[in-house]
């Protein structure tokens, strides 16, 4: 294991513009914290080595809130990324693909026309962040904090030989409050998967500053008030987090924190959806009364087209707008709040839970027959968390799940997580690491040769 092969890809991997201490790597499915020392894991005390117990107590000095917020944000943020690409319909999805390209190499008995499956997952990976063409930001205007409410538009993707594709993609345009042009980004899986880890992270740092004394939380509650206000208004990064804008201002909603709770519900519901419920979205959704009598027929249609090919994104938007705002008003009634948003839509909470199970375990049984163990013991981990998990979930129970080892600054491994019952707890993780990379060298080295 070479510590350059994270270094490498610190500037380049899929959030790099905005996970700059971190990175989630999708291709080995590891986590890299590039910007934690093993020396600041020893100065944790034995409590404070397990998140969870940190969180159960009452109070925490000054000294160990700096040192836990310095890192366990961090793990949890890009632990959420491990969590969405794994432990979610669309992850196991993820996951299939992963394994079927990774063993349709001559080494695991493929044939040539088996080696469209490379191309396949690599394909998919280079479409969670959409390249910089389909973005949009003005240079020549100063970040505010007032903005319009931003202007929801559809288009089409360009397919790989420069043709018009039917692949629908939404772009959100942001003005400020004079009207002046910021920024237009388009609304991709990469928009989802930073909201709901941003969520996640927002409540880990906002329950280390909860066990402060009062004069230091009123404090650090301001300063990451306005830290995380400064990332919402950065106009240059607006495809990381258009979802929450998109959830305030459907809700018009001031409350940033509560925001990013129901964004995080939303996101996970849209990344963990049957076939058989977005059948039923198609079948049963009144896009005129959804949108207004004025919606263009070519937004519909776009709009549709999404659903057909499953896609998580469109999805997300069809869920914000289905939200009634006048029941969404507090932290207790979202979760209701989203039911009846999907009962809107023609789903059920029973009959959604039925077919979100049947799907996984289709999902995970075809990946664990499969050539790759290192891909089936992410899908049984991955199946394992998904029954811990409410479907409907905004802060996720992570003392309840399977996670794998950290790599510090130096890949000194490390995981918060660890116990009797975490298969990655029992697993060579150099071992499994490796066939994840010469998977992933198999996938690029194919990629390159398709002309």
């Not at 207004?292 to 999805?315: K, N, S, T, Y």
Request: aromatic letters at 10%.
């Amino acid at each position: 294991m070479d510590v350059g092969y994270f270094k490498k890809k610190e500037k380049t991997h899929i959030l790099a513009k905005v996970d700059t201490l971190g990175m989630y790597d999708f291709h080995t499915s590891t986590i890299y914290l590039g910007a934690v020392k093993p020396a600041q894991i020893h100065a944790l005390s034995a409590n404070a080595a397990n998140p969870i117990r940190v969180l159960g107590q009452s109070n925490l000095t000054f000294d160990q809130y700096s040192l836990l917020s310095s890192i366990f944000p961090l793990v949890i943020h890009e632990c959420t990324h491990f969590v969405d690409a794994t432990s979610t319909l669309w992850g196991l999805s993820h996951l299939k693909k992963m394994a079927m390209a990774y063993t349709s190499s001559v080494e695991y008995g493929g044939r040539e026309h088996d080696f469209v499956k490379a191309k396949i997952f690599h394909t998919h990976l280079r479409c969670l962040r959409l390249p910089k063409y389909y973005t949009v930001v003005n240079d020549e205007v100063e970040c505010t904090t007032q903005w319009r409410r931003p202007l929801i538009t559809g288009g089409v993707v360009f397919s790989g030989d420069g043709s018009i594709s039917e692949k629908p993609i939404l772009f959100a345009r942001f003005s400020n409050r004079e009207g002046v042009f910021l920024a237009r980004s388009p609304i991709s899986m990469v928009s989802l998967l930073e909201a709901s880890a941003m969520a996640q992270e927002i409540f880990n740092k906002m329950a280390l500053i909860d066990r402060l004394g009062e004069d230091h939380k009123v404090i650090e509650a301001t300063n990451y008030s306005k830290k995380t206000i400064e990332y919402l208004y950065n106009h240059e990064i607006t495809e990381y987090s258009v979802c929450v804008h998109l959830v305030a201002n459907h809700m018009e909603c001031a409350d940033v924190i509560f925001a990013f709770y129901v964004t995080a519900a939303l996101v996970r519901t849209a990344l963990n959806f049957p076939r058989k419920a977005f059948d039923r979205v198609i079948a049963c959704c009144d896009f005129e009364v959804l949108l207004g009598p004025h919606v263009e027929r070519g937004f519909i249609d776009r709009l549709l087209e999404g659903l057909r090919i499953q896609d998580p994104c469109i999805l997300f938007f069809i869920l914000c707008n289905s939200l009634n705002k006048e029941s969404v008003h507090s932290f207790g009634k979202a979760k209701e709040a989203i039911l009846v948003a999907l009962s809107a839509l023609g789903i059920q909470k029973d009959e959604l839970e039925e077919w979100i199970l049947e799907e996984a375990k289709e999902l995970s049984n075809e990946i664990c027959s499969g050539q790759s163990d290192s891909v089936a013991l992410l899908a049984r981990a991955g199946s394992s968390n998904m029954r811990e998990i409410e479907n409907i979930s905004f802060i996720l129970p992570w003392h309840k799940l399977q996670l794998p080892p950290l790599f510090l600054e130096d890949l000194t491994q490390w995981n918060p997580f660890a116990s009797a019952a975490n298969e990655f707890s029992k697993t060579d993780f150099e071992t499994f690491f490796e066939e994840m990379v010469e998977g992933e060298k198999w996938v690029n080295g194919f990629s390159e040769g398709c002309l």
